[in-house]
């Protein structure tokens, strides 16, 4: 449990020398307690109180790293059931569920699929994570088979799918050079699923089985923190949990008592991330995809899929990439005058604000319009167009600063410039605060812009 | 050690909103919708109740839109050209409230002005046509809106319709006329606490019962800002679970309008190869962006393509239908 920032005092040298950062040793106490700094910041610890104190001091989700060829995936070590609260840190590991056996070739050409799938989103690259190989031949050869097809495909990460552990030795003998996460130990194999898993130095999932319709949330969370206490007095530390509940209300109140168990009372038994398989709670593969984003915006580590198109995975990696976005940071680009297609001096002049996405949704639909312009990003501190005109940061005040200041007018021959149409209103005010300058209104959503420009 | 389920304990709970009126409460409607009531935050039942569930609003419009995707043309086929076979269309696919449109001159590509007479005219018609709650929302300019609304609103008197959009710089007008007339207003802001507050504040201030007043904290859709609304909606609901009074309306957002409106969902052609399907993309954007906001609070998802009704009427079933396992 968590201790009290008295409780942590009582164990601290009490010498108050500061060394910490901190006036007192009560003031670092209290610091700890909220887990706002480390305890290695004390550099005067004893090692008795160290070990007391190491429980207080450690993650209340614990971080699972995944890795493989110079790719890595770190999930876990979050500190918010809200978002708005702070941020959430470490984006869930999208998979995608290939089962061996399916022919060689099938895998492979899944996995290429998988592999080769990235999609631009304001600037960034976004991929699903890796594969995640599952043990249906019954076969261990033939799971290893399945593995190395996949490892010859990519370098991305794995998950092996298996309960029995000669194939995930199989697999892991396939993966050499790989650290994948193995799938999983239950009540009745664990130990020697976790010996393999303590063996390769891999994290495990720890799974408790949804067969008996009877269970109550704490029987099954009882069960799974009883079968994770075990496997961690074993050795194997780095571990995930599958509740084995699938459903789309079950899911996300057992993942909830999770996150809020690890977080609010500092639950260590129930502190790792949680894998899900929203296709086994699924009645489509459209059924799948939305409770996959449940499950991204619902506390999930790992998501593991059973379909692949272009279309969900683009859906997905946005919705990841959404929640994941730091409330504190809204994502922004630098206020200025862009050019877009080598415009000249006639070129027009279209004003925007510094909200990456609203930025980059016009600079795209001018850039894709062929037609040359520039581009003035106004400084509304990051909001989107209307966001920002309500809040009072993007009023004919700013805008014809940012005409003014920016420099545009010596790039351009006339003294013309395109209003955004959600901010119409502001034409009569920018007339006045731009004298002999023409405003124009353009279209209210950036993607009828080339039409627009074409007129 | 035993685990026991946290719960959080609460001191407010969201009110409740009925919309439409049937024949015995001085309206013509065959059902009608209450929204609201919670006393926990969304789904979990362990910890308070969710009497009603979120529902569902379709949108149709008095005429084909311009600027809507064509995709919406090919799902809804000719029903799109006449409002009362729009409307039945929308019945028919699993709406639980509709909300009709009135197109301004943009939307309606000829440059024509709706005028109070037309609105008039297919409010009545829409209203005969379907026995659902009604929800008009004007063309969104706010002389134009003011002069439609206020001639629905007294056409429709006592129906108990929602009137849109309120918004701080256009309310008393159509607030006035919901009071007037025995409607209920949708009260909109951009994706802000405060300002989400305020404008209720402003509405009740006027005289409209609270009960007769709808949130709608507008949403970014995914891609376009979806974090924002997101985490506004799920604090304004926190907020009102925690006994804020001035938060503790039912929230309407409206993902079908915002992300229909995106490139992702109005454009086949010219795109990325990694977009995908074009009708996958689209559709899957509204699903993705409403299932992720039932997930902060919304009480009404308005949507516009039949696809999304199905599958986002199923996973509401799902969410508020607990089985006693894990297999859906
Ligand atoms: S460094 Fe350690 S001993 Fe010194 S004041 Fe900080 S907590 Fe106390």
Redesign the interface.
């Given at each position: 449990m968590a201790l009290s920032g008295l409780e942590i005092y009582k164990l601290l040298p009490k010498t108050n020398c500061k060394d910490c950062g901190f006036p007192t040793c009560l003031a670092f106490a209290m610091k700890l307690a909220q887990k706002q700094v480390e305890l290695a910041a004390c550099p005067h610890v004893s090692e008795a109180a160290q070990a007391a104190l190491s429980d207080a001091a450690a993650p209340p989700i614990r971080l699972i790293t995944l890795s493989s060829n110079g790719n890595k995936l770190e999930v876990g070590n979050e500190t918010v059931l809200?978002?708005?609260e702070k941020t959430f840190f470490h984006q869930p590991g999208i998979f995608v569920r290939v089962s061996d056996d399916l022919p060689l070739d099938e895998i492979k050409a899944r996995t290429a699929e998988v592999d080769g799938?990235?999609?631009?989103?304001v600037g960034m690259p976004l991929s699903y994570d890796g594969l995640a190989i599952a043990y249906a031949s019954g076969n261990p050869e033939q799971f290893g088979d399945a593995v190395k097809a996949v490892c010859d495909t990519t370098h991305k990460l794995l998950i092996l799918i298996a309960d029995d552990p000669a194939a995930l030795k199989a697999g892991l003998a396939a993966a050499d050079g790989r650290t994948p996460l193995l799938c999983a130990a239950n009540a009745e194999n664990w130990r020697r699923v976790a010996l393999a898993a303590k063996n390769a130095k891999a994290p495990l999932v720890v799974r408790v089985d949804?067969?008996?319709?009877?269970?109550s949330?704490?029987q099954r969370?009882?069960g799974l923190?009883k079968l994770t206490e075990d496997i961690a007095k074993f050795g194997v530390d780095d571990l995930v949990l599958d509740p084995?509940?699938?459903?789309?209300?079950?899911s996300?109140?057992t993942i909830?008592?999770i996150r809020?168990?690890a977080l609010?009372?500092n639950?260590r038994?129930?502190g790792y991330p949680v894998i899900t398989f929203p296709g086994e709670?699924?009645?489509s593969q459209?059924?799948e995809?939305?409770l996959a984003?449940?499950q991204i915006?619902?506390y999930a580590g790992f998501v593991v899929l059973d379909h692949f198109?272009?279309?969900?995975?683009?859906?997905?990696l946005?919705?990841r990439a959404?929640?994941y976005?730091d409330?504190q940071k809204p994502i922004q680009v630098e206020p200025g005058v862009y050019p877009i297609n080598n415009p000249g001096p006639d070129s027009p002049l279209m004003v925007t604000t510094n909200?990456s996405?609203t930025y980059f949704?016009v600079a795209?639909?001018v850039e894709?319009s062929g037609l040359p312009g520039w581009l003035l990003v106004a400084d509304a501190e990051g909001m989107?167009v209307?966001?920002a005109w309500?809040?009072g940061k993007f009023d004919a005040e700013r805008i014809a600063k940012a005409v003014k200041e920016s420099g545009a007018s010596g790039k351009i021959s006339h003294k013309q410039v395109i209003l955004p149409g959600h901010v119409a209103v502001l034409m009569g005010e920018l007339e006045e605060e731009l004298p002999g300058w023409e405003i124009k209104v353009g279209p209210r959503?950036?993607?009828?812009l080339p039409a627009f420009l074409k007129m | 050690m035993p685990v026991t389920i946290p719960k959080n304990k609460y001191s407010g709970a969201v009110r409740e909103v009925t919309i439409g009126a049937t024949k015995a409460e001085g309206g013509t409607r065959t059902t009608t919708v209450t929204v609201g009531g919670e006393s926990t935050l969304p789904f979990l039942f362990h910890e308070g109740a969710m009497p009603h569930p979120p529902r569902i609003a379709v949108e149709i419009a008095d005429r084909w839109p311009a600027d809507w995707s064509p995709l919406l043309r090919e799902a809804w086929g000719d029903a799109v050209d006449d409002p009362v076979a729009w409307a039945k269309a929308a019945e028919a696919s699993g709406a639980d409230l509709i909300l009709l449109r009135l197109t301004g001159p943009v939307q309606r590509g000829d440059g024509s002005k709706p005028t109070a007479a037309e609105a008039r005219k297919v409010v009545r018609a829409v209203l005969g046509a379907t026995g659902l709650p009604l929800m008009v929302f004007g063309p969104g300019i706010a002389d134009l809106d003011n002069e439609l609304l206020v001639a629905v609103a007294e056409e429709a008197a006592g129906e108990r319709l929602v009137l849109g959009v309120c918004e701080d710089k256009n309310y008393r007008t159509i607030v006035a006329a919901a009071m007037a007339h025995g409607h209920l207003v949708d009260s909109r802001t951009p994706m802000d606490v405060n300002l989400a507050k305020q404008l209720i504040i402003l509405t009740r201030d006027v005289g409209l019962p609270m009960d007769r007043i709808l949130m709608d904290p507008s949403t970014g859709a995914l891609g376009y800002g979806i974090e924002y609304g997101y985490s506004v909606m799920e604090r304004l609901r926190l907020a009102a679970l925690n006994g804020d009074s001035m938060t503790q309306q039912p929230m309407l957002v409206t993902p079908g309008e915002e992300g229909w409106k995106l490139k992702e969902s109005k454009v086949g052609e010219g795109v990325p190869a990694s977009w995908g399907n074009w009708n996958e993309r689209a559709v899957t954007w509204e699903v993705l962006t409403s299932s992720t906001l039932l997930q902060s609070g919304a009480d009404i998802v308005v949507l516009r393509h039949p696809d999304s009704i199905t599958e986002i009427k199923s996973v509401i079933q799902r969410l508020m239908a607990p089985a006693h396992n894990g297999h859906s």
């Open positions: 809200y978002r708005h799938y990235v999609v631009d989103y949804d067969s008996d319709p009877s269970t949330s704490e969370l009882d923190a084995g509940v699938r459903g789309f209300n079950e996300l109140a909830t008592h809020r168990l609010k009372e639950f038994a129930l709670g699924a009645t459209l059924d995809v939305t984003g449940q915006a619902k198109t272009e279309a969900s995975a683009y859906a997905l946005v919705l959404n929640i976005t409330p909200f996405i949704s795209n639909e894709s989107s209307l966001t309500a809040a959503e950036a993607v009828d | -």
